[in-house]
């Protein structure tokens, strides 16, 4: 499969516009005194993967089942200004697949220290956060727009004792960066505005939808180590061509555990899409997309439950400080009887050695959208004799 990495060349009068927006010079960062001031950050990541996928009876491992890609790098700008105005600011470029945009971007202002705003493109308060999972490739929630999921709005956040409380309106998802004009291997999959980090609706041929005027919010409450939470979700989907509104709303009850050196993470989602598609018709499929790799169908409506469980060993192995051992594991069941199910199980361990973070993660996904030679087809309709397939995947990255 080969992509252009033609967006690439503006990245240099990106970096420039940045440095000269902020007035960054070799020794500005952060004022322990008074944490005025700004830090620039970020990282670079390599990813070697081998796959095994068997959806077409061929057991048989060829050598272009194995790659070693560099993944990603990102740039962070984070800090405030002498009046406490905030600032968290990340863009990423992903060389493999073509493409870079926009992670998060966002002005706040804390009001004390219980109470504040977030204005731009921030984390949508939904389910466990930062994150629901322990490892590289995240939980299926993650591929439907339910994990670690950015959109464009204001946010409200309200801390208080063991009490957390999030509120936030968004207008859309986040801005898309460019995507590859042609996917020869998706030939029947738009690509358009599906360069982006985290998985939306996105209209295509036959089903012009898009997410506008989400609502959120998250209660979570603290008891001792362990926190407990419920997320509501509603919002609207505008078919453009019928010039009709449909809806999305999604819950979940969520928990995050810590036993000693033990984390559980444990939830249960549901989530509903009442969209047409161009014809009138009801939409059982909604087509989502992501990292400029076109759109794939998604179950209309579906319940998720997920678990994860991770250990945390302390070492000194020269620079090596933790081993973090995880599984984390979805079922995904489609409300659609004649759909079928979604399984993924991701076995692996994490090694922190200063600055360096590397998963090493056995992926196995059975219906899963990434974890096969037939792209996308797992969180729709399904295939009744999905097979169990598997990538052993380790991805290195280096923060500063």
Do not use: C
């Not at 690439?8 to 516009?17: D, G, M, S, V």
């Not at 389910?127 to 409200?156: C, N, Q, R």
């Not at 980090?197 to 041929?205: G, H, L, M």
Request: charged share 15%; aromatic share 18%; glycine share 10%.
């Amino acid at each position: 499969m080969q992509y252009s990495n033609k967006p690439f060349r503006k990245a240099p009068l990106f970096l420039l516009f940045v440095a000269l927006f902020f007035g960054f010079s070799p020794t500005q960062g952060f004022s322990q005194a008074d944490d005025v001031g700004f830090h620039i950050g970020g990282a670079v990541r390599y990813n070697l993967l081998l796959q095994n996928y068997k959806d077409f009876g061929d057991d048989e491992i060829t050598v272009n089942d194995g790659q070693f890609t560099w993944d990603t790098w990102r740039l962070n700008v984070t800090g405030k200004n002498a009046a406490g105005v905030q600032l968290s600011f990340e863009y990423r470029f992903y060389p493999t697949f073509g493409t870079h945009f926009i992670h998060h971007g966002w002005v706040g202002y804390e009001f004390n220290e219980m109470n504040s705003i977030q204005l731009g493109v921030t984390q949508v308060p939904f389910g466990d956060l930062t994150y629901a999972s322990h490892s590289w490739w995240f939980i299926t929630p993650y591929y439907v727009g339910l994990e670690d999921d950015y959109d464009m709005g204001l946010k409200y956040l309200h801390q208080k004792g063991n009490l957390d409380l999030q509120f936030a309106y968004f207008f859309s998802p986040e801005p898309a960066g460019p995507a590859p004009t042609a996917i020869e291997d998706w030939p029947s999959y738009g690509v358009g505005g599906s360069g982006r980090y985290s998985y939306d609706i996105i209209p295509r041929s036959g089903a012009h939808n898009q997410e506008r005027n989400q609502f959120n919010g998250r209660i979570a409450y603290a008891l001792g180590e362990t926190e407990v939470g419920f997320s509501a979700q509603y919002g609207q989907l505008y078919n453009s061509v019928l010039d009709e509104m449909g809806s999305h709303v999604a819950l979940g009850l969520h928990t995050d555990a810590n036993v000693n050196r033990f984390n559980i993470k444990a939830s249960v989602i549901t989530y509903s899409h009442d969209a047409k598609n161009d014809d009138g018709s009801e939409a059982e499929l909604v087509h989502m997309g992501a990292y400029g790799s076109g759109t794939y169908p998604v179950a209309a409506e579906a319940t998720m439950y997920t678990l994860g469980i991770a250990y945390s060993l302390p070492v000194e192995w020269g620079p090596i400080s933790n081993l973090t051992f995880y599984n984390d594991y979805t079922l995904t069941k489609k409300a659609n009887d004649a759909f079928y199910d979604t399984q993924q199980d991701i076995l692996g361990f994490m090694v922190t050695a200063g600055s360096v973070y590397t998963y090493f993660d056995i992926a196995n996904g059975k219906n899963q959208p990434w974890l096969t030679n037939s792209f996308g087809t797992g969180l729709g309709e399904g295939l009744d004799d999905a097979k169990w397939n598997t990538r052993f995947n380790i991805n290195i990255g280096y923060y500063f």
